[in-house]
């Protein structure tokens, strides 16, 4: 980790409340910005990212994404995380300044709660399919829609009032040469092979993720690996196998979601989302 608890960073712009986690190519951490105090999430490139010859190249593709991130919220999309400033700290580290999300991830819900109602599962999964609609607009995947990247936001005074936002948005997917994506793609269970094995990039990788939530929150289990299906002949059980009680109209999206060979029409995507067409 860079910084340490309670550490002021940016000349006492921000102070350091906590490390949240990193990936393949970011740190995250909890800040409290002091002018504003207001809480922030603050991102920045790992160590193993700084010490690459491409670095440089890295930086670059970075400082647009940043850019392309601040285009997806200009609105203020109720269900895309906001970004709120670019900076570079001290010894030349690059910052990502964004919103920090009161509450847990669909993964650690899950995880708590165990399998979802169809209905409640269902309604993270439509907001997260209108933030993708939105991004997808703007020529921007996310490539990593999975459980521990939507976070709910709930109202502890009202019943069943999670709000899901989608963070982490795919700086580290897509940055990534395709020889070193299956290396830095952390939630294998809910991507389809041609991201991790081939580096192809796509909206219907967006689309075969949101599906491995969905089946993720209706089940509690993590779908089949897709390289096993791919390759190795495993079979996806069928979530209705697992929860019977599930709807046709909702089995049967996932499944389509999730199906290997990517046949979906971007534009059909982009008309109004494959899975929402089907889960309405």
């Known amino acids: 980790m860079f910084w340490q608890d309670g550490q002021l960073i940016y000349n006492g712009k921000y102070k350091i409340e906590k490390y949240l986690g990193g990936g393949g190519f970011a740190l995250t951490y909890q800040a409290m910005h002091t002018k504003l105090n207001r809480r922030v999430v603050i991102k920045t490139p790992n160590i193993s990212v700084q010490r690459d010859p491409d670095y440089p190249k890295y930086v670059e593709r970075f400082k647009k994404e940043a850019q392309m991130l601040a285009m997806c919220c200009t609105d203020s999309h109720p269900h895309i995380v906001q970004v709120f400033d670019f900076f570079i700290e001290e010894n030349g580290r690059y910052c990502l300044e964004m919103q920090y999300i009161a509450g847990e991830s669909l993964w650690e819900y899950v995880q708590r709660q165990g399998k979802l109602p169809e209905t409640e599962a269902v309604k993270y999964i439509r907001q997260m399919g209108l933030a993708l609609v939105e991004v997808h607009k703007k020529g921007?995947?996310?490539?990593?829609?999975?459980?521990?990247?939507?976070?709910?936001?709930?109202?502890?005074?009202?019943?069943?009032?999670?709000?899901?936002?989608?963070?982490?948005?795919?700086?580290?997917?897509?940055?990534s040469p395709p020889s070193t994506l299956s290396r830095s793609f952390g939630n294998k269970a809910f991507a389809p092979y041609e991201l991790i094995h081939k580096g192809i990039r796509h909206p219907t990788v967006d689309i075969?993720?949101?599906?491995?939530?969905?089946?993720?929150?209706?089940?509690?289990?993590?779908?089949?690996?897709?390289?096993?299906?791919?390759?190795?002949?495993?079979?996806?059980?069928?979530?209705?196998?697992?929860?019977?009680?599930?709807?046709?109209?909702?089995?049967?999206?996932?499944?389509?979601?999730?199906?290997?060979?990517?046949?979906?029409?971007?534009?059909?995507?982009?008309?109004?989302?494959?899975?929402?067409?089907?889960?309405?």
């Open 140 to 175: 921007v995947f996310h490539l990593d829609v999975t459980p521990p990247n939507i976070m709910l936001n709930f109202n502890s005074g009202i019943p069943n009032s999670g709000k899901a936002v989608l963070i982490d948005f795919g700086i580290a997917g897509d940055m």
């Open 208 to 280: 075969y993720c949101l599906a491995g939530s969905l089946y993720y929150a209706i089940t509690g289990q993590r779908p089949t690996n897709s390289f096993n299906r791919k390759y190795e002949q495993e079979e996806l059980v069928p979530p209705k196998q697992l929860v019977p009680s599930l709807s046709d109209a909702v089995n049967e999206a996932i499944l389509q979601g999730m199906a290997l060979e990517a046949k979906i029409d971007p534009r059909q995507w982009m008309s109004g989302c494959f899975l929402l067409a089907r889960l309405i």
